[in-house]
């Protein structure tokens, strides 16, 4: 299915386009040659000098800024680099937590394959989030997550710090999440296998907070997607 590049977009003018990224879609061509989309190919189409500012996991959904022209993608990437950019998520996460602007401040080096990191304090890189509980379920959380750096899978490997693993993250031992965990009265026909209620990892770019080239502040929230809205609205509903 081609996805349509105009209805993902949640702010556009002359210099930049934020999206909200759809799960399961590569930010930038992967490097097997699958002609799948990305969202770079995509950006290119409808805006020729797009240039992705930061970059997303293939699962993760939510706010993406895409520069449209050099002096916009160098102004913005000054900002990532200098850490003036606020990004925040949202993850639910297993078991309850009350988190209050805690800081996990440690450090992450990649593994030998490149596809999962861990906290290494001799060889790891400075990596910094600050996690905020937004609600608390009864054996899962809702957190919003303020990275300060931007390391690979950073708020993922910070999140099992505080034992507190993302739902549906196997990688990093994320439980997956059923309705049948929720509800107490859940019936399945019979010989049917439930399905969790949410298949990838469940964090959400929620919001982007930085300078346009003129010096005005904006900020760009992105909505949840449909999985992550339902899940949300399950754990209101029955915990």
Request: positive net charge; charged residues 30%; hydrophobic residues 40%.
């Amino acid at each position: 299915m081609r996805l349509n590049f105009k209805d993902l977009i949640i702010f556009e003018n002359e210099d930049y386009i934020i999206i909200n990224k759809p799960p399961y879609i590569a930010s930038l061509d992967e490097r097997q040659a699958d002609n799948s989309q990305s969202i770079l190919r995509l950006a290119k189409e409808y805006s020729d000098d797009a240039q992705l500012a930061h970059r997303l996991d293939k699962e993760t959904s939510g706010a993406l800024a895409i520069a449209k022209n050099p002096a916009a993608y160098r102004h913005l990437a000054m900002q990532f680099e200098h850490r003036q950019v606020e990004k925040r998520y949202h993850a639910v996460v297993n078991g309850a937590h009350d988190f209050e602007m805690i800081s996990v401040y440690l450090p992450i080096a990649q593994k030998r394959d490149g596809t999962q990191v861990m906290i290494d304090r001799q060889k790891g890189k400075e990596a910094e989030t600050i996690f905020n509980s937004i609600k608390v379920y009864r054996n899962h959380t809702l957190v919003e997550c303020m990275p300060i750096t931007g390391r690979m899978h950073q708020i993922r490997i910070h999140l099992v710090c505080l034992k507190a693993p993302i739902v549906c993250d196997p990688t990093y031992g994320g439980e997956y999440i059923y309705l049948s965990d929720l509800k107490r009265k859940f019936n399945l026909k019979k010989d049917t296998d439930e399905l969790p209620l949410m298949k990838r990892v469940a964090l959400h770019s929620r919001s982007l907070t930085f300078k346009l080239l003129d010096g005005e502040v904006i900020k760009v929230e992105a909505p949840y997607p449909k999985d992550f809205e339902v899940l949300v609205k399950q754990l209101d509903k029955f915990s």
